[in-house]
Structure formats: structure tokens, C-alpha cells
């Protein structure tokens, strides 16, 4: 079993930024891919980043040039920095762990931005 605690989250004005941070509960290395989603009301669940084993990224078109994934494997945790954030990026964003058995995801934190 593995246990995602996301945070970080919280309110922030447009353009402004935040970090969230996923903490494991065992370590994340050799992990096939730790990966931040997202979701706003009324919308599917959509990836926002993901970081894989040997290091490589990839992410959603609306989140390039702002949204940077790290890891850091001797906290056993994953990051997300957020910057220039807008209205749209407001939803539930989760942690998730993607073994090769199944896929591992925490409870969600609120990420707002408003002015």
C-alpha cells in the first residue's frame, strides 16, 4: 500500500504561484511514473504532469512554461510548482503513483485562483 498526502494548495490571485508537494509513505524510487491531475466541477480528471523513473517530464499543453514536476527521492517526495497561475487552473489537483500493478492516488487538494 502506498499513501499520497498532498500540500500546498490553497488561494492565490492570477499570476501569482504556489508549490504543492506529494509526501509518500515508502520510497519513490524506481516508481514507473508520480504524476499531479487535476479536476475542476463538472469536468473529467485530466494529467497535469507526470515524472517519470529515469527523470524525463511531460505535461498538459494548458500547463507548459508554468508548471514544473520534481522529485525528490530521499524525502519520498514529489513537487509541482505553479507559476503564473489563471482562473482556469482552479480544481481539486491529486497525487498519483503509477506502479505496475495498479495505480496509487492521494486525497486531493484545493488550488484557487481568484482575484
Known amino acids: 500500500q502506498v499513501q499520497l498526502v498532498e500540500s500546498g494548495g490553497g488561494l492565490v490571485q492570477p499570476g501569482g504561484s504556489l508549490r504543492l508537494s506529494c509526501a509518500t509513505s515508502?520510497?519513490?524510487?524506481?516508481?514507473?511514473?508520480m504524476g499531479w491531475y487535476r479536476q475542476a466541477p463538472g469536468k473529467q480528471r485530466e494529467l497535469v504532469a507526470r515524472i517519470f523513473s529515469g527523470g524525463s517530464t511531460n505535461y498538459a499543453d494548458s500547463v507548459k512554461g508554468r508548471f514544473t514536476i520534481s522529485r525528490d527521492n530521499a524525502k519520498n517526495t514529489v513537487y509541482m510548482q505553479m507559476n503564473s497561475l489563471k482562473p482556469e487552473d482552479t480544481a481539486v489537483y491529486y497525487c498519483s503513483a503509477n506502479l505496475s500493478i495498479r495505480d496509487y492516488w492521494g486525497q486531493g487538494i484545493q488550488v484557487t485562483v481568484s482575484s
Open positions: 515508502q520510497s519513490i524510487f524506481g516508481i514507473y511514473a
